[in-house]
């Protein structure tokens, strides 16, 4: 790997939160660089989520320091690190069910073009471009299905639409939350395969997971939380998956200490 690309593209650097008497976060840091995996581990209540809400603008941090590309970076809120190039899938997708598949895509940035004196919606070119994503990603929809509501897609096709709206405007990071919880064991495949895609096309990509055989099967890096600190970071090369629950619980629970 050469010294460019190995230049992290997303820092965090000594995060901390408190919420009320309660330490969400306690100097947590970690750092991505462009076309890499990073899983992020913990039981429920570590603290991900947290992170992830302060990583995409949603919190703000106590103590500590975000950085882009190598500098400083202040998040007023979701937009600000959209325009920044961060977009963030959680899992209930934000897709409007009754909408179609280039409506999902331009949510709230439709194009215009003239016509008879007004600016109307272009939805053939929504459609085109929902068209283009999908290949983009080596998605199939039939194109009966990408005309009508989304609702009426399957999980992993969803799935695919909230990655490809990511892509479309540009994502450099995407931050996903626990993706394949949801599908079945096909879909899970697909949406494993769509992650390598992004990780081929430079786009970093922060995977949270419960499921140890998608981040063993997809991640060049874990970090684990635990109670709200870094409990360790390994290479997914370097570790196993009974380390990783080590770290997530604790050498005592582990060790089936009461």
Not at 92 to 121: C, H, M, Q, W, Y
Not at 166 to 178: Q, T
Request: aromatic share 4%; no cysteine.
């Amino acid at each position: 790997m050469s010294d460019a690309a190995a230049t992290p593209i997303l820092e965090a650097r000594d995060i901390s939160i408190r919420f009320g008497g309660v330490e969400a976060l306690k100097r947590v840091s970690l750092q991505l660089t462009p076309g890499e995996v990073l899983a992020l581990a913990g039981d429920n209540g570590a603290g991900k989520s947290t992170l992830i809400k302060i990583l995409s603008g949603v919190y703000h941090a106590d103590a500590g320091e975000l950085r882009f590309d190598g500098r400083t970076m202040q998040l007023r809120d979701p937009q600000d690190a959209r325009e920044q190039g961060i977009e963030t899938i959680y899992q209930d997708l934000a897709l409007a069910d009754n909408l179609d598949v280039g409506s999902n895509i331009f949510l709230g940035r439709e194009p215009t073009r003239p016509k008879l004196g007004f600016r109307v919606i272009d939805r053939p070119r929504m459609a085109q471009v929902a068209r283009e994503v999908l290949e983009r990603l080596d998605i199939v929809i039939p194109q009966r299905k990408l005309t009508g509501p989304v609702k009426m897609l399957s999980g992993g096709q969803r799935q695919a639409i909230a990655i490809g709206r990511a892509i479309y405007w540009n994502a450099r990071v995407l931050i996903m939350d626990e993706p394949t919880a949801a599908l079945g064991v096909p879909e899970q495949r697909k949406v494993m395969a769509l992650i390598g895609s992004l990780k081929a096309q430079g786009v970093a990509v922060i995977l949270i997971s419960h499921n140890l055989h998608d981040i063993f099967a997809v991640s060049d890096r874990v970090v684990v939380l635990r109670r709200g600190e870094v409990a360790g970071e390994r290479r997914i090369e370097q570790t196993s998956g009974d380390e990783i629950v080590r770290l997530m619980v604790g050498d005592t629970y582990a060790n089936g200490a009461r």
